[in-house]
């Protein structure tokens, strides 16, 4: 229908390209006209749509399917996790493996449905800051739909992100400096007259094909939400998401009231949000210095914060920090007990929960899904995944 400012509700237009909303300068959600109807309708289209995110096009921005632009992103498995379960003293833990997608992690969820909708809604070159994965989707992305991409990374991401952007035909600038750094750059570089900016949340649709984790996680119980839900946050467009998702489930009659406790994890060196969660903040403070090797994470500020407090406060969920060596352990566990090969993000959120379950927060018989957002084969080396500490 159109587009709602996330902090002052003013109404934008949804037919022409957006940024943030133009009196707040907050993110900006796409509404629907959602009812039952559209409820039985999109039960159909998980049958017979594609085997891909775009089985949700009913709830996603496309006007015409003819500008999808897609490499299968999406319908990624659910893995029951006995052995880490058991590891871990819970009855029933899955993982959401989202280093299945195109491009090795859930940032090609986000780049389908937010370069599909500016190709239709006439963008002709795009940009962005990214701590790696993301400028990899958009590389690919950009490539599909025949568009330049100019894609700021700091400096020290892997050489896998360079290469696979430049392999791509995008333009890629390394900054010595973080996310927040190459954000600055690019913006010094990129006239927003000719270049569309597809940073986290100042588009609106990365958010609404992150979202549909949520739909999948309904699919994938088979049509009850999981009591857990483990999310390593950086810029939180998932999280967020996947909270939109739930409540747009419950416009169409999937669901009733209850959600999911969302549990938030950063690392210590990089922690707004656990910071402002525990001091009752309704915004969160950027980080000087943000120090992690787990790259998705290293976001000093994100510009949806207002929603990521909102959605752990809502579902009566938490927010917690892991360090380097703690996520590195949740990354062994997720590799030998499992048999994935996980980014440190991915391990983050294992290491997160564990010091949930030891703070109580998270009982043994809860239902629990952690995502592991992304693959660890286009990291730094000095992050692959080790073998377990001994016992
Ligand atoms: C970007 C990224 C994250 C953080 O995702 P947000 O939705 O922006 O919070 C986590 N893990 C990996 C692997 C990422 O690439």
Request: charged residues 20%; glycine residues 10%.
């Amino acid at each position: 229908m159109n587009l709602r400012c996330g902090w002052c509700d003013r109404p934008h237009d949804a037919g022409c390209l957006q940024r943030v909303c133009t009196d707040c300068g907050r993110p900006l959600l796409a509404r629907y006209d959602l009812n039952r109807e559209v409820g039985e309708k999109l039960r159909g289209d998980l049958i017979s749509g594609p085997h891909s995110l775009w089985r949700y096009r009913r709830v996603l921005p496309i006007t015409d399917p003819k500008h999808i632009l897609t490499l299968g992103e999406g319908a990624t498995p659910l893995l029951r996790t006995d052995r880490l379960a058991s590891r871990l003293g819970v009855a029933n833990l899955w993982i959401k493996d989202e280093s299945q997608n195109p491009t090795g992690s859930f940032k090609a969820r986000g780049m389908t449905a937010a370069i599909s909708k500016a190709v239709e809604l006439g963008a002709e070159r795009l940009c962005l800051p990214s701590a790696g994965n993301a400028a990899g989707a958009a590389a690919a992305y950009a490539a599909l739909a025949g568009l330049p991409l100019r894609a700021y990374m700091p400096s020290d991401s892997g050489d896998s992100f360079f290469a696979e952007c430049r392999a791509c035909g995008a333009e890629v600038v390394a900054v010595n400096g973080t996310i927040a750094d190459c954000g600055k750059q690019m913006r010094a570089e990129c006239d927003p007259a000719e270049w569309f900016d597809l940073s986290t949340l100042k588009e609106p649709y990365r958010l609404e094909g992150k979202k549909t984790m949520g739909y999948e996680l309904y699919e994938d119980l088979n049509g009850v939400l999981p009591d857990v839900i483990v999310y390593p946050t950086g810029g939180g467009t998932g999280l967020v998401g996947m909270w939109k998702a739930f409540d747009e489930m419950q416009q169409m009659g999937w669901l009733d009231a209850r959600r999911p406790r969302f549990i938030s994890v950063q690392t210590t060196g990089c922690a707004p949000i656990v910071a402002a969660f525990a001091s009752g903040a309704e915004t969160a403070t950027p980080v000087a210095d943000p120090q992690t090797a787990a790259l998705g994470l290293r976001v000093p500020g994100a510009i949806g914060d207002f929603l990521i407090l909102r959605a752990l406060r809502e579902t009566g969920g938490t927010a917690v920090a892991v360090t380097e060596e703690e996520w590195a352990v949740g990354q062994s566990w997720l590799a030998a007990d499992c048999g994935l090969f996980p980014s440190p993000e991915g391990g983050a959120a294992i290491a997160g929960l564990m010091k949930t379950i030891d703070a109580g927060s998270v009982k043994p018989s809860d239902t629990i899904v952690v995502f592991n957002t992304g693959s660890g084969f286009k990291y730094p080396p000095a992050t692959w995944p080790k073998p377990p500490p001994a016992p």
